[in-house]
């Protein structure tokens, strides 16, 4: 999906920032977009976006990725350039080339989205002493334009960091034969990962985890959107529940034929499993912005015993303990919810509005007599909050940088996962809540590598830990399928 400033495939607020978009005689700026009428110029030479300090690109090396910082600049993060001569490919599409000198890059080309046809047109100009340019990006629609400029740096590691600090690499598996689409999430059972992808449900023998193989993989029938995956296990038989538009249950006893067994007729994002007092429920995450409850005791005939109703956009993601459901409500924040009575869920505490208005994911521990939670949205600026659970408000925060978003989050005891999209995976030790640790991380994401695009949601997505065998596996949108050694204390 094309967007301005914002969109891609998951949904992001509209920022739009007053403007300082007239450069001083150094070139120096501040970032921000506006949405103004498209001009007569239509974005057509460096000019157009406003003063060119000249000179300053002579001597520059372009080739690679650059981060844009400074603003958020739609659902992309960076720019990737490979000069010959005077011409400079953007974003390794060879189809419109751009153009650069001394004084700026300028490139331009149309695009299809939603049936609506756009131009997009960026410049890349007055470079300044520290390395750092001026990006400025433009997103017409034919009568009106989201204009926006960034700092643009070379893109690294976070803090240049290396490849991985207590967590490496034992093995990958990115099939060639799958076809194109997100990796979204993967969970853990014995030796068996079952990873979901937008192609569908793969699942992978990882007994040698240096040579992960798999054995099956299950597509739907019908066009939907893929986002989780959680198993249970009832009797001799094994399911898995994937979010979708519609949520398939699937039976994966044979691993090498899952089959299709149930479908439950709701649209959900993300999928949360309890089991608590002789059943099993299945909380869903949904895109209607509710959160219904099932007994999926008997996975066949799931039963719906109630639903709580937020006024967000969307559910996007939950995690429950003990019949307690702490659900991430998008815009309308992090909500606490009392299922104990299913058939009328009550709303017990809420902190809202989250920084940047994107309650994503959750996970809730107690520390020494402190319960908590730690929170993280998805967006520019999106980091880790940890919530005091009895006061509903934040007691710390940790963070990368600004223009990587967290993602997700899973907790044990004191010792704290999440994946954090270009930044990889983070390992926190939070024994003291208000002065969390990092005590690893490993980078899954190469800047400079020829599978990275300008995506501002890639790289670690969703994840799973597997405590008994010392081994982290994480799905990672351009990689697949990962699995770490973790030797984080």
């Not at 992001?12 to 921000?32: H, L, Y």
């Not at 937020?310 to 606490?336: E, K």
């Not at 994107?358 to 520019?380: D, K, P």
Request: glycine letters at 10%; a negative charge.
């Amino acid at each position: 999906m094309l967007a301005a400033c914002g969109g891609g495939s998951h949904a992001t607020p509209s920022i739009d920032a007053p403007p300082t978009d007239v450069a001083t005689v150094d070139g120096s700026f501040t970032p921000g977009c506006m949405t103004m009428a498209e001009p007569a110029s239509q974005f057509m030479t460096a000019a157009d976006f406003g003063p060119v300090v000249a000179g300053t690109l002579a001597g520059w090396d372009p080739d690679g990725r650059w981060f844009l910082t400074g603003t958020p600049v739609g659902s992309v993060s960076s720019f990737h350039f490979a000069r010959t001569g005077s011409q400079i490919i953007v974003d390794r599409d060879p189809t419109s080339p751009g153009t650069i000198d001394d004084d700026a890059i300028v490139q331009r080309h149309t695009v299809q989205s939603q049936g609506v046809n756009y131009t997009v047109a960026i410049r890349v100009a007055n470079r300044m002493a520290d390395g750092s340019l001026r990006a400025d990006r433009a997103v017409c629609d034919g009568g009106s334009c989201r204009v926006c400029t960034a700092k643009m740096i070379r893109a690294t590691h976070f803090n240049n960091e290396g490849e991985g600090q207590g967590l490496s690499l034992l093995g990958q598996l990115n099939d060639p034969t799958w076809g194109p689409g997100y990796t979204f999430n993967v969970r853990v059972d014995g030796t068996l990962a079952y990873l979901i992808r937008q192609d569908g449900l793969h699942i992978i023998e990882t007994a040698d985890p240096a040579h992960p193989t798999e054995l099956g993989i299950y597509r739907r029938a019908q066009q939907g959107y893929s986002n989780d995956v959680k198993i249970v296990d009832v009797g001799p038989r094994r399911y898995a529940l994937t979010a979708d538009y519609g949520v398939d249950i699937v039976d994966v006893t044979d691993p090498a034929h899952p089959a299709l067994a149930a479908t439950i007729s709701e649209n959900a994002h993300t999928i949360a499993i309890e089991s608590r007092g002789g059943k099993l429920y299945a909380y869903l995450g949904n895109y209607d912005a509710t959160c219904p409850i099932y007994d999926i005791t008997d996975p066949l005939h799931a039963v719906k015993l109630g639903a709580f109703v937020t006024t967000g956009q969307l559910v996007h993601d939950l995690s429950v303990d003990q019949g307690i459901a702490y659900l991430n409500a998008w815009d309308a924040g992090f909500q606490v919810v009392d299922y104990t009575n299913p058939a009328a869920p009550t709303l017990v505490g809420k902190w809202a509005p989250t920084p940047t208005q994107t309650s994503h994911s959750n996970w809730t521990t107690t520390v020494g007599s402190r319960h908590i939670a730690l929170h993280g949205e998805e967006a520019y600026g999106a980091h880790l909050h940890i919530i005091d659970l009895a006061t509903m408000q934040p007691i710390a925060e940790w963070k990368t940088r600004d223009y990587v978003s967290i993602h997700n989050i899973m907790v044990f005891g004191s010792k704290a996962y999440f994946t954090h999209y270009q930044d990889g995976l983070r390992v926190l030790d939070v024994s003291d809540p208000t002065a969390p640790q990092q005590i690893g991380y490993y980078n899954t994401w190469d800047p400079q590598a020829d599978y990275t695009s300008s995506d501002f949601f890639e790289g670690a997505v969703g994840f799973d830990v597997d405590f008994t065998r010392h081994l982290v596996f994480i799905a990672d949108s351009p990689r697949g399928l990962l699995i770490l050694s973790d030797q984080t204390p």
